[in-house]
């Protein structure tokens, strides 16, 4: 059995590019999925398929507490797969038809991750190469180098590993993706990539301009994701990195991260 999450986050349900496009046979797909709404008032829907529980929070939770809530219930029921989604993933038919052959064919996987577009580009999986991502992986079946992936769409063996080891709650939101995936890359297991791609609307991979208090905390988490998982040769380069991109926002001004939120994460 297999059951799914969804995270809302200033997004109604009705909203949700996920929630659209689970149709009748993704919703039914699922033992159950789990809605985690993470603002007031967002299930707008009145009528709810009998397999999916509303989790209304009081309080923000990210993704990183709503995850460990969602998998402290699933070991407590007799589940053998879950499935991580965000709310605004658009799911095509040949999703389901990728997981289910891997389970009925009996593969032994770890994980399973689909190939990720953005904007017309692939943006999911990629190598990790001094834990920055590098090429995207696109060749189908087993990935057997490190890499970072989105969790959106990637479906977990809960049976093989404890997943709740490998969240951390240092994450809450930003680089979370990166910590699930580079830990489970370095688990024993097998993992594939799924001949399948995922439409997922990644803000921060656009060249839009980000606000200083994301961008804050985008930068802060890249820094402590490679001093705590990473080396020093690797954050070294991220130094070097941070600087470049200092210099290019100050040349460019329209350039994502302003060079005020770059200086701060540099003099740290």
């Known amino acids: ?21 689970l149709s009748d046979r993704g919703i039914s797909f699922f033992n159950k999925i789990y809605i985690y709404s993470n603002t007031k008032n967002s299930i707008d829907i009145d009528v709810i398929p009998d397999n999916i529980i509303i989790v209304e929070n009081e309080n923000n939770k990210y993704l990183e507490e709503n995850y460990r809530f969602f998998l402290d219930a699933c070991y407590a029921s007799n589940i053998d797969y ?19 052959s891997k389970i009925k064919n009996g593969i032994d996987f770890l994980a399973l991750y689909p190939k990720i577009r953005s904007n017309d580009n692939y943006v999911s999986p990629c190598e990790l190469v001094d834990f920055q991502p590098r090429n995207i992986i696109i ?17 977990l063996n809960i049976k093989a590993v404890d997943f709740r080891d490998i969240l951390d709650s240092r994450f809450p939101l930003d680089y979370l993706d990166y910590v699930v995936s580079y830990k489970i890359s370095e688990c024993q297991g097998d993992i594939y990539l799924l001949d399948c791609d ?11 301009k980000i606000n200083d208090i994301r961008a804050i905390s985008i ?28 210099l ?15 200086w701060e994460i540099i003099s740290k």
């Open 1 to 21: 059995m297999i059951n799914a999450c969804i995270v809302l986050y200033k997004c109604k349900l009705s909203e949700s590019i996920t929630y659209q496009s």
């Open 82 to 100: 879950v499935c991580f989604f965000d709310q605004d993933s658009c799911i095509p038919e040949s999703y389901f038809y990728e997981i289910e």
């Open 139 to 155: 060749k189908i079946g087993r990935i057997k180098q490190k890499f970072i992936g989105i969790n959106s769409c990637c479906v």
């Open 198 to 208: 995922i439409e997922h609307d990644l803000s921060v991979a656009s060249n839009n």
């Open 219 to 246: 930068l802060s988490s890249e820094k402590r994701f490679i001093r705590i998982y990473g080396t020093k040769k690797a954050l070294l380069l991220l130094e070097l990195k941070n600087i470049a991109r200092l």
């Open 248 to 262: 290019y926002s100050i040349l460019n001004k329209n350039y994502k991260y302003s060079a005020k939120s770059l």
